[in-house]
């Protein structure tokens, strides 16, 4: 049974450039979350995504922007890079929007950006 | 909104060796509460929550916490640690209601165990 996936593993980006973030739930959720972790920092929370629509957002500005797939599947979106955008990005899949749950995480994305 | 504090970012510790990881939180709401463990390299799994009942609550390896609603605080513990046990150590918390699936997480402490 597959975990959360997510692509890619590493991302080098200059200032100023878009990404793309993909994420893959484990099977049988359909609520993905997307958090970033700082080096030496705890996760921040993003936002979440359930029946392909936002529900809910963390303090992060409009360059971040996301998507959810009919399958479940998600992207995260981060337009006009930072150097602070650098960071792990983890996605976190659960089969229940609510919040007494526990969430399956994702190995990350380690995004650089110079 | 909530707020945690784990004071403690690194600890130290000889195996076979007690071992206490500290977590602090402050919210205007009743909270659940969960403590994560990350090693090198990989993302977060979940070590335990506690979510309503006993306030003691147990991981399948070894660890407990105990939710102290007077002292707002979850203190992680173990009274033997192994080797294996090394990695960095999340607890979060997120209200009763209307959070969704929004953690708030502490800036982690780094559990280093030594022969």
């Known amino acids: 049974d597959a975990g959360v996936t997510q692509s890619p593993t590493h991302l080098i980006k200059t200032r100023g450039q878009q990404v793309t973030l993909r994420c893959s739930p484990k099977?049988?959720?359909?609520?993905v979350s997307w958090y970033q972790q700082a080096l030496g920092q705890g996760p921040q929370f993003i936002f979440q995504?359930?029946?392909?629509?936002?529900?809910q957002r963390g303090n992060f500005p409009d360059r971040f922007s996301g998507h959810q797939f009919p399958n479940y599947s998600s992207e995260l979106n981060v337009n006009a890079l930072l150097l602070g955008d650098s960071a792990l990005y983890l996605c976190?899949?659960?089969?229940?929007?609510?919040?007494?749950?526990?969430?399956?995480f994702g190995n990350g994305t380690r995004l650089t950006v110079t | 909104a909530q707020s945690v504090t784990q004071l403690d970012s690194q600890v130290p510790v000889f195996e076979e060796a007690p071992v206490e990881l500290r977590c602090n939180y402050s919210s205007s709401v009743s909270v659940y509460l969960f403590w994560y463990v990350q090693y090198p390299n990989q993302g977060l799994q979940l070590l335990l929550k506690y979510l309503s009942g006993s306030t003691l609550v147990k991981s399948i390896n070894g660890f407990e916490a105990e939710f102290n609603k007077s002292q707002t605080s979850f203190h992680l513990r173990k009274p033997s640690v192994h080797i294996s046990d090394t990695a960095e150590y999340f607890c979060?918390?997120?209200?009763?209601?209307?959070?969704?699936?929004?953690?708030?997480f502490g800036t982690g402490t780094q559990l280093k165990v030594e022969l």
């Open positions: 976190a899949s659960t089969n229940n929007p609510g919040t007494n749950v526990a969430l399956h």
């Open positions: 995504y359930y029946e392909e629509e936002e529900r």
């Open positions: 099977s049988g959720h359909d609520t």
């Open positions: 979060a918390v997120t209200g009763l209601t209307g959070g969704g699936n929004k953690l708030t």
